[in-house]
Structures are given as C-alpha cells and as structure tokens.
C-alpha cells in the first residue's frame, strides 16, 4: 500500500485546509482502515481522526471534533481531511495511515502504512 498526502500550506487562524491522501497499491481498500495523525514541532505524532473505508464511519481526537471532517472518494482511493476553525496550535506534519481491518486505533504502532506527511501552518 502506497499513500500519498497533498494540500498542506500556510492558512491563517479560523481559515480552513483540506488535505488529501490517495491510496494504491491494492485493488479495493474496503477492508481498510485509513488515519490521520500529526505531529508538531518537537512533539510525538498524534491520533487526529480515522474513517473505516467501507461505511464510511469516522472518529475524532477531541482536539479535533466538531472542526474536522473525514471523508473518502471510493473511485478515486482518496481519502480527505477538511480542516475548519483553525488553530495555530493544529500547526504540524500530517500523515495519512492505513491498517488492514474493522477497527480503528489511535496509536501509531497500529498502522502499518504511512504517507510521507504534508506540513500545515496556522499563522496567529
């Protein structure tokens, strides 16, 4: 599996940001979980949210709810993070993820597949 992240950039508080991860590498990835994690400046990298590929049910860090969405493109192998509110503190690398399964875990040991990660900055 080969993940590819896209639409990070420099916005500033309140704006809003979408990202992008497509998927390869397999013919269908409806037994997949895809996750978005992050990870500032000199901090660990963090459990943002997951969507289970097939259904389309999503989770969210608390940091995040209520201000992110995740949705997917089942014909594109796509996978969006839209990012509203924003916040100076959501300043990080984001990385898309992927795990074969139903279940969704917020820990990065969970997931074997990673993008290289797109850099957002929230500017005060």
């Known amino acids: 599996v080969q993940l590819v992240e896209s639409g990070g950039g420099l916005v500033q508080a309140g704006g809003s940001l979408r990202l992008s991860c497509v998927a390869s590498?397999?013919?269908?990835?409806?037994?997949?979980?895809m996750g978005w994690f992050r990870q500032a400046p000199g901090k660990e990298r963090v459990f943002v949210g997951a969507?289970?590929?097939?259904?389309?049910?999503?989770y969210f860090a608390d940091s995040v709810k209520g201000r992110f969405i995740i949705s997917r493109d089942n014909a594109k192998n796509t996978m969006y993070l839209q990012m509203n509110s924003l916040k100076p503190e959501d300043t990080a690398v984001y990385y898309c993820?992927?795990?074969?399964?139903?279940?969704?875990?917020?820990?990065?040991?969970?997931?074997?597949?990673w993008g290289q990660g797109t850099l957002v900055t929230v500017s005060s």
């Open positions: 993820a992927a795990r074969y399964g139903s279940r969704w875990y917020v820990t990065e040991d969970e997931y074997g597949y």
């Open positions: 590498g397999r013919s269908s990835f409806s037994n997949y979980v």
């Open positions: 969507i289970l590929w097939s259904g389309g049910t999503t």
